[in-house]
């Protein structure tokens, strides 16, 4: 084998030894960013079920608060009875 030969070997060995590194970073990048985007969609499902279980919440919370109107009026109109009588 001539040094030519020889160098352009190694330089061939060289590059593949690159290739194989770079394929392996790339790799580890997109296994990171698939388990950042599998990580946010899970945030923002546990957020919506929040934001569901709030918007529920309120909902209920003015149905009490007519209901507690509605007495009050109730009572108000029974108050204004008695001092018109």
Do not use: F, Y
């Not at 790799?27 to 079920?49: C, F, K, P, Q, W």
């Not at 919370?61 to 001092?83: A, F, H």
């Amino acid at each position: 084998m001539s040094v030519a030969e020889a160098d352009s070997l190694a330089h061939l060995e060289d590059r593949i030894h690159r290739a194989v590194e770079l394929v392996a970073q790339l790799r580890a990048e997109r296994d990171a960013a698939i388990a950042e985007r599998d990580a946010a969609r899970n945030g923002a499902g546990a957020a919506l079920s929040e934001m569901q279980k709030l918007r529920d919440e309120v909902e209920e919370m003015r149905g009490e608060r007519k209901q507690v109107r509605t007495r009050i009026e109730k009572l108000l109109g029974q108050m204004d009875q008695l001092s018109a009588s």
